[in-house]
């Protein structure tokens, strides 16, 4: 069954350490003018798609909000059949979109510690708190579990270095929700309205997006670019269908594969 779909990451494929990866637009353009539904994946947790959007517009990326996937929407998903009483270490913008869909009842157990990027969380207080929520019997949910991430001043801690002090404090594994757990990716390949064998998963890291697609029965297309430069591939890992130096080899590759 030909390619129909991409599910395409944004840090370290599109742009990486806040510079735009040569060729990336034009083989955005490429891809659409050939006719591939795309959906960008990230596991930016710090910022909802409305503001990673006009971030990316402004230098000129063409990529819409509802283009945008990421752990937040993954996270109000996981919580649409519950009532809960959510507490959120996360920037505020993100706290006060979640508090909109799932207002705080203040008199009233936490039932869910929310854990997203904590760039902005207060230190010690907060996680202590968060600690003790857990140990009274909140469920944990995370929102991605990379450890680090790289930005234009150097290596910053991620998410999920957070999330595992909190779990080996507690002694409570986390609900993960974004890359590479399986939901994730099947919640954007049904965004997409495709089946697994008409989507490839496109990205640089072979933690999240090249072991996203393998759990989720999908083709994959590893870049060499962001996280691929210093990551090495080895045997015993999830294995891409496809290597490339960067995504502008992309739209040549698919009109390949699906000749």
Not at 68 to 83: E, R, S, V
Request: hydrophobic fraction near 45%; include cysteine.
């Amino acid at each position: 069954m030909p390619i129909r779909g991409c599910l395409i990451d944004l840090d370290g494929t599109i742009y990486s350490a806040g510079t735009l990866i040569e060729g990336a637009v034009a083989a955005i353009e490429q891809l659409r003018a050939a006719g591939y539904q795309l959906l960008f994946l990230t596991n930016t947790d710090s910022q909802l798609p409305e503001t990673l959007a006009a971030k990316l517009q402004a230098r000129q990326i063409p990529i819409q909000a509802h283009e945008i996937m990421n752990p937040l929407q993954a996270i109000a998903t996981y919580l649409a059949d519950t009532d809960p009483n959510l507490y959120i270490l996360a920037p505020q913008i993100v706290k006060t979109w979640l508090e909109q869909q799932y207002p705080p009842k203040p008199e009233e157990p936490v039932s869910h510690v929310v854990l997203g990027h904590c760039g902005d969380v207060d230190g010690y207080a907060s996680l202590n708190l968060a600690f003790r929520h857990l140990l009274q019997g909140a469920e944990f949910l995370v929102s991605q579990p990379g450890r680090n991430y790289l930005s234009n001043t150097g290596l910053n801690l991620d998410t999920g270095a957070f999330a595992a002090l909190l779990e080996y404090a507690s002694q409570i594994q986390p609900t993960i929700l974004g890359k590479p757990t399986k939901t994730f990716f099947e919640q954007a390949m049904q965004a997409l309205n495709l089946s697994a064998d008409e989507v490839v998963v496109v990205g640089d890291d072979l933690t999240t997006d090249i072991v996203g697609a393998a759990n989720s029965g999908m083709a994959s297309v590893w870049l060499r670019t962001g996280k691929g430069q210093d990551q090495t591939l080895t045997p015993s890992m999830a294995q891409p269908t496809w290597i490339l130096e960067s995504i502008a080899e992309l739209p040549a590759l698919l009109a390949e594969v699906n000749n």
